[in-house]
């Protein structure tokens, strides 16, 4: 991480000419940044696979209700008769 932090400093920062304690900030605040962003990329995935989880349950619930509740031919042919 802290390579990819400093490659992307020398190349956006004007590195060469700050000093070590700058280039040491930069590139510590650049790995802070990229480590939050990883962190909420993970956060959101589970979230999201929590709410695909849950919708896939909900879906697979209501299909079998659905399915119990259909009335089977048999009783369409008694209605049909009276």
Do not use: G, W
């Not at 650049?30 to 929590?50: G, Y």
Request: hydrophobic content about 40%; overall charge positive; aromatic content about 10%.
């Amino acid at each position: 991480m802290i390579e990819i932090c400093t490659k992307k400093a020398k190349t956006q920062y004007s590195y060469h000419k700050r000093s070590k304690y700058e280039k040491s900030y930069i590139v510590k605040s650049l790995a802070l940044q990229l480590q939050l962003f990883l962190m909420a990329d993970e956060l959101i995935r589970r979230v999201v696979t929590k709410k695909l989880r849950l919708a896939k349950a909900i879906a697979t619930e209501a299909d079998n209700l659905k399915n119990e509740l259909t009335p089977t031919p048999i009783f369409y042919h008694s209605i049909k008769f009276l």
